[in-house]
């Protein structure tokens, strides 16, 4: 079984691509639809996830 999936390990080890970053945003995006226990629509879901974990500063500035 190694020898079949040599070539893919030697590259998992020589380059330094992983997918954590995915795997951290759908945790993230799981914790918000089990937090908002369902949404009506898809929008109210997609504003949801781009409200918490979009990156967007929100916050009001003070001058």
């Given at each position: 079984?190694?020898?079949n999936h040599a070539t893919g390990v030697v590259n998992a080890l020589i380059s330094n691509f992983n997918n954590a970053m995915a795997?951290?945003?759908n945790g993230k995006i799981q914790e918000v639809k089990l937090i908002g226990r369902g949404y009506r629509t898809f929008e109210n879901f997609r504003s949801a996830i781009l409200f918490f974990h979009g990156g967007l500063d929100l916050y009001p500035q003070k001058w």
């Open positions: 079984m190694f020898l795997e951290r945003l």
